[in-house]
């Protein structure tokens, strides 16, 4: 993975001294809140409702095996012992002080971590696979140039205050996993021709306005990643709505202006600087790739490494291995999902103590590197199939070996009225409820492939448009509420979820779900996923279903009324 050079180094430093002397003039009334605001968020620290939330990034999904023990130490000694990985390669922070913040970054500065640009109006984390690099379905590793990527858009001045937050995704996958239609600018890496480059998608996102993106160029040769980026973000910039924070995504931008004239306005611009200092010549690339190389595999046999006994024998470990771990381009090892979704726990949430014990776990059987994924959970990218046994067994002493990767109760979940100030609604008991009603690992298998997102409010941090059930928290006469939507996905043929119809109570959540599950079981066809079911019957059995006894309340209630 990348390493820090001395101007990387000395870069950090110097924004932890900044920001030191911020909080000191803050506290002293030099500064008010309002000037101190946007200093505060473009380093990461929020006010959020019971007290300030700190958001760490983890560029790209990779982190090694010191800066996971350093982000455990931090969580012990200035929070309360654990922390939060978002959707977007993030950690969380919930409890910190304020004046403790210049310390925390300073510590995290040692082992080459920061905070800078993960909230703010600026160009935020670059997400992508966290299987990159390891990927069977890898087409081209995209971690060098979500690298340069991530270089080009840290303290860029031109972009530092733009209309609203701007996330970019790459995928260099068949399957994309970095959902990427759904972000500010997606970028696809694809081969023709024997050319590598990109499929540029703009104008995606989630949140109050959810919009799939558009393609605004099918193929975008590698060397003119910047300089198209630049001229996207400075179209943006000029005429993005700045009066109405709810319309100022570059989403509205390029719906407002249609795709075809956007595209038109970028080529413009582009003109200008297709082949300035910015494009990116072979030596750069060589440069930053050569941080990417592969670890010292062994040269290890395509055979299954005597797991087919113990799958046959260990009931336990087989419903694991089927569940945790993902193929790999190199023979004989495997990539693992690390399950944050014990049930009973908040998903996402990781302890200080599970933090030391997955570094270790990287040192002894993933060459000390982790990866962070989407759907909150950790991944060790080069296991051996050798080791798999060990390595479940000691995932399962720390709590991190729940074989629901993919099912039902491995969702996604934001941290919701709980925490956040924005929420309308708490989203982490809804996730304890439905786990707890689906605590069959046996169910949960026949079930089988299923996303279930959960967000507390419109602003989708749990990304609960996309989920195969998505669930919403909304706020209706000060009382909370949830909503449902129905056959979301990310992917390659992503889609936004459909809305059923009314909300519902918290306490109706696990019965609302158990029967959307029911209907699926009743009508699918061998071996049909939920989705495939889904798209097959649409959405109506399911609606009647969830709403047959309400309904029934309703024309009772009447009736009675009416005698």
Known sequence: MYKYDAIDRQLINERVDQFRDQVR???????????FRPLRLQNGLYIQRHAPMFRIAVPYAMLNSAQLRRLGQVASKYDRGYGHFTTRHNLQLNWPKIEDVPEILAELAEVEMHAIQTSGNCLRNITTDQFAGVAADEVIDPRPLAEILRQWTTFHPEFAFLPRKFKIAISGTKEDRAVTWFHDIGLQLQEQNGEVGFRVIVGGGLGRTPIRGQI??????????????????????????RDNAYKARIKILVQALGVEAFAQLVEEEWAHGKDGPATLTQAEFDRVAAHF?????????????????????????????????????????????????KHGVAPGDITSEQMAAVADLADQYSFGELRISHEQNIILADVKLADLHEVWQKAKAAGLATPNTGLLTGMICCPGGDFCDLANAKSIPIATAIQARFDDLDYL????????????????????????????GVDKNDSEFYQVTLGGRQGNDAKLGKVIGPSFAADEMPDVVDKIIKVYIESRHADERFLDTFDRIGIDPFKNRVYEGRAHGKAKVAQQEAA
């Not at 113990?310 to 771990?325: C, G, H, I, P």
Request: some cysteine; charged content about 25%.
């Open 25 to 35: 003039r803050w506290k002293a009334g030099e500064l008010s809140d309002d000037e």
């Open 216 to 241: 605004v160029r099918e193929f975008l040769p590698w060397q003119h990643l910047l300089t198209y980026c630049e001229a996207i973000l400075r179209v943006y910039n000029r005429q993005g709505r």
């Open 293 to 341: 190389s592969a670890p010292a595999y062994e040269t290890l046999s395509a055979d299954d490494a005597g797991l087919s006994e113990k799958l046959a024998f260990e009931k336990s470990f087989k419903n694991w291995v089927d569940r945790s771990t993902h193929p790999h381009k190199v023979p004989g090892y495997a990539a693992v999902t690390l399950s944050l979704k």
């Open 445 to 472: 298998f026949d079930i089988g492939e299923i996303d279930l997102n959960i967000s507390g409010c419109m602003n989708a941090c749990g990304h609960h448009h996309v989920g195969h059930i998505g669930v919403l």
